[in-house]
């Protein structure tokens, strides 16, 4: 039954987990003090770490509901089909040819540009006959995305000394360095993206009954699939230029949101985006505490998280028939 209180309730107690987020880890509570210049450090570090998990959340579970839709595909999300490993790779070519001194965009643009044709890539090779496949989709997801983890590697072996750290972190994802403007311009291409998909909501409802029933329906299959895809990667890549590679929040999130609140794109997007920003603020707290004063990277916090629910949710659409 659909619960239309649900994202109420998430817009009510969002303050309350950002509020406690800000107040969790390490650092001792007294030295988030605004009146002195160590406590506004120390908050304005605080800030950008939670905001940049709100808008990482919030852009991954945006674009796995996305890719969900357009692909007709319950196991589709940025890290299982590799655009995350792809953009990741732009990323880390950026910072290894020293470009990111060019100004905060470019960082999202090279994982963009990369992460776009690693989703044109995979829906390439996982399609027969020009529909994608759902074994096809994963096993070309699996296969691209080790190739772009291995292109990591010999980057990392041929990095200097100083490029090590940076590159590195792209790969375990974490959220430590999220600067003020690489956060605004970021924030500012999830914005444009996943605006634009949301215009398309009531297309999305009609792609989820197959391209022809969604024509007939009065949807434009091919402008919207284009589209969609793009802002997906879009989402992706600026989460990636923010956070590193952060698996399976595109994956539980959508999966969660549509059980409680339907399948209706209108309201799932959203629910879906508001849900993500707060999980990954959640799972960045117990990143940052579980192991206290040591960190651990986010990304396999996700992982932990994520990796059994994948395995549960394939086994169930295998054991339904839903999947070939």
Known sequence: MRKSWIPWLLLAVAPLVLGGALLIGPTPVALLDPHTALGRAVLLLRLNRVGAGFAVGAALAGAGVVLQALLRNPLAEPYVLGVSSGAALGAALAIFFGLTTLGALVLPASAFTLGLAT??????????????????????GVIVSAV????????????????????????????????????????????????????????LDALTLGREMAHHLGARPGLVVGLGLAGATLLTA??????????????????????????????????????GGLLLVLCDALARTVAAPLEVPVGVVTALLGGPFFIVVLRRRRKAGWVE
Do not use: D, K
């Not at 989703?119 to 070309?140: F, R, T």
């Not at 990095?159 to 994802?173: D, F, K, Q, Y």
């Open 238 to 275: 600026a989460a990636v230029a923010l956070a590193g590679l952060i698996g399976f929040v595109g994956l539980v999130v959508p999966h969660v949101m549509r059980s409680l609140i339907g399948p209706a794109h209108r309201r799932l997007l959203p629910a879906a985006a508001l849900a």
């Open 119 to 140: 989703m044109a890539l995979v829906y390439a090779l996982g399609s027969h006959h020009g529909a994608p496949s759902l074994y096809g989709l994963l096993l070309s």
């Open 148 to 203: 772009a983890s291995s292109l990591l590697m010999l980057l990392i072996s041929l990095a200097p000394v100083e490029g090590l750290h940076s590159i590195t972190w792209w790969m375990l994802g974490n959220l430590q360095s999220a600067s003020g403007p690489l956060l605004a311009g970021c924030v500012a291409l999830m914005a444009i993206a996943g605006g634009g998909v949301w215009l398309f909501a009531r297309e």
